[in-house]
């Protein structure tokens, strides 16, 4: 599969790149990287996604679009590159608009699109990625190796996950000769919350319930409100709570808006955090998984709680 799409780059001269909503160091590193491979081969490009860039995870400038296409193409894009994405519910309003290639490592991917590469024994849709570029005969330069090596390090939480494998070192290994920066990399991605992360940690850790192997917590948007925060400055929270000794699922749940709420699951040696996900349409990997539900977290907490039990003791 990734000859093949190695071929519809090389064969086809517009493109777009989708990633996810609310993208993580993966999907921003997977798609810099890939533009920037775009712009090395001399194809018009546009990335478009249906969130902004975190600021954090621009490390390299943004290379946003090749002006070009316009003039040149009135049929942009042929190709619709979507990356990291696991299924069109994460894509949000984005309506692709050319010929859908889907390239992604997350369990839950069941195939879909024109053209769809997805392996689960990938780190990171950066590591295929890097796989991609190799066989494009892209050069590696620092930029591109930067962006790769953040996705890397992101998905598997800073070598932390059990997604850390021999080869996941050994692309590290690559990156770094081709200059990517590890401290550079995990001080930006690791030393680098806003202080109001911790506003909200404070309240969730006064919070959070630890019954049964797991961790609950949830922040209403109230709450967010009155801290001048977003239901994205809890992202990572979830994190804190499953490092807590002696949890086996933690689950964090967020209010997006008055009638809709994000849950975030972690797993530690079960696939409790994947199976919870999915009883109530989400997805993810085994050990990290999440879904977005209509109603209030605080409501749904003890909810999901329930569900949660019942799959780390059958687990
Ligand atoms: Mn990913």
Same mark, same amino acid.
């Given at each position: ?17 989708? +990633? ?63 990356? #990291?994405?696991? #299924? ?12 859908? !290639? ?11 699109? #024109? ?25 590696? +330069? %620092? ?21 850390? +494998? ?20 995990? #001080? ?11 506003n909200i940690l404070c309240l969730v ?11 609950? *917590? ?13 239901? %994205?400055?809890?992202?990572?929270? !979830? %994190? ?29 040696? +079960? ?5 919870? *996900? ?9 050990? *990290? ?27």
């Amino acid at each position: 599969m990734k000859k093949k799409i190695a071929e519809i780059i090389r064969e086809k001269s517009s493109f777009e790149i989708i +990633t996810h909503e609310w993208p993580d160091a993966d999907a921003v590193g997977s798609s810099t990287a890939l533009a920037m491979a775009l712009v090395a081969l001399g194809k018009d490009f546009q990335i478009v996604n249906s969130t902004p860039t975190p600021e954090h995870l621009l490390l390299t400038p943004l290379p946003e679009k090749n002006s070009k296409f316009e003039i040149r193409n009135s049929k942009f894009p042929e190709v619709s590159l979507l990356l #990291d994405v696991s #299924d069109m519910g994460v894509i949000g309003e984005i309506k692709p608009k050319g010929m859908v !290639v889907v390239i992604d490592h997350h369990a839950t991917n069941q195939g879909f699109g #024109d053209v769809c590469w997805a392996d689960s024994r990938m780190s990171s849709t950066s590591e295929m990625i890097y796989e991609l570029l190799n066989a494009l005969d892209v050069e590696i +330069t %620092e930029q591109i190796a930067t962006n790769i090596y953040m996705g890397i390090f992101g998905d598997t939480g800073g070598f932390v996950h059990p997604n850390t +494998t021999k080869k996941v070192f050994e692309v590290a290994k690559e990156l770094v000769n081709k200059g990517a920066n590890p401290n550079y990399v995990a #001080d930006k991605l690791k030393k680098n919350k806003p202080i109001i992360y911790y506003n909200i940690l404070c309240l969730v850790i006064q919070r959070m319930s630890v019954k049964d192997g797991i961790c609950a *917590a949830y922040v209403t948007s109230e709450e967010l409100r009155d801290l001048n925060a977003t239901p %994205e400055d809890a992202s990572g929270i !979830v %994190e804190e709570l499953a490092s807590i000794a002696g949890v086996e699922l933690a689950i964090f749940l967020r209010d997006i808006d008055s009638c809709k709420a994000h849950c975030s699951l972690r797993s530690r040696n +079960t696939n409790a955090a994947r199976l919870t *996900a999915q009883a109530f349409g989400g997805g993810g990997h085994d050990k *990290a998984a999440g879904f977005s539900i209509q109603g209030r977290a605080k409501e749904l907490a003890p909810v999901v709680f329930k569900e949660g039990l019942r799959w780390i003791q059958t687990a």
